[in-house]
T-cell receptor, first 117, second 109 residues
Framework: ETGVTQTPRHLVMGMTNKKSLKCEQH?????MYWYKQSAKKPLELMFVYSLEERVENNSVPSRFSPECPNSSHLFLHLHTLQPEDSALYLC????????????????FGAGSRLTVL | GQNIDQPTEMTATEGAIVQINCTYQ??????LFWYQQHAGEAPTFLSYNVLDGLEEKGRFSSFLSRSKGYSYLLLKELQMKDSASYLC??????????WGAGTKLIIKP
């Protein structure tokens, strides 16, 4: 496979469930990202792993927990979510080069559509 | 604050030309990106501008004016497959991307 692959593509879960989203990139990139995409809203950056350092958006609730075991794999663990967390969760990767603009072209996966009941 | 503004929705006719505008306010500026996203699919990179002027890639062109905080994406000879959302994103001085909410482009026969 090539590019960025996300599984599952669709997920329905109750508020008490625990589930995980998986992302895998086959591009040799050294940075991976989780974005939340809600209808008619800008993409919201949730977490970044870049050059083996984790950077997070402090406004992301603790019910979302990322894991990046290596540069090719990224997980988003979900626990006790709320209905307002229903959205499309996009994974992306890039070749991060510190201090250089324009190099960080993102390659996105097709997303995991999450519905919280 | 930092902000990207673009129209929510636009409609155009097959074979015509359409211009999607984007205005940006960022803390510092390291370039502006355009991505295309078909329904149910991944956003894909279209263009990157950091210098003033027009850059052409086939039927698609992207323009930047840094003094006006303004960019546009120009699509020529529209095809039905160009129906998609177009996302504008500015990169600030910390190389963080500031995203617009996207413009949904509807192409009619």
């Amino acid at each position: 496979e090539t590019g960025v692959t996300q599984t599952p593509r669709h997920l329905v879960m109750g508020m008490t469930n625990k589930k995980s989203l998986k992302c895998e990139q086959h591009l040799g990139h050294n940075a991976m990202y989780w974005y939340k995409q809600s209808a008619k809203k800008p993409l919201e950056l949730m977490f970044v792993y870049s050059l083996e350092e984790r950077v997070e958006n402090n406004s992301v609730p603790s019910r979302f927990s990322p894991e990046c075991p290596n540069s090719s794999h990224l997980f988003l663990h979900l626990h006790t979510l709320q209905p307002e967390d229903s959205a499309l969760y996009l994974c992306a990767s890039s070749q991060a080069q510190q201090g250089l603009s324009g190099a960080n072209v993102l390659t996105f996966g097709a997303g995991s559509r999450l519905t919280v009941l | 604050g930092q902000n990207i503004d673009q129209p929510t929705e636009m409609t155009a006719t097959e074979g015509a030309i359409v211009q999607i505008n984007c205005t940006y306010q960022t803390s510092g500026f390291n370039g502006l990106f355009w991505y295309q996203q078909h329904a149910g699919e991944a956003p894909t990179f279209l263009s990157y501008n950091v210098l003033d002027g027009l850059e052409e890639k086939g039927r698609f062109s992207s323009f930047l004016s840094r003094s006006k905080g303004y960019s546009y994406l120009l699509l020529k000879e529209l095809q039905m497959k160009d129906s998609a959302s177009y996302l504008c994103a500015g990169m600030d001085s910390n190389y963080q991307l500031i995203w617009g909410a996207g413009t949904k482009l509807i192409i009619k026969p």
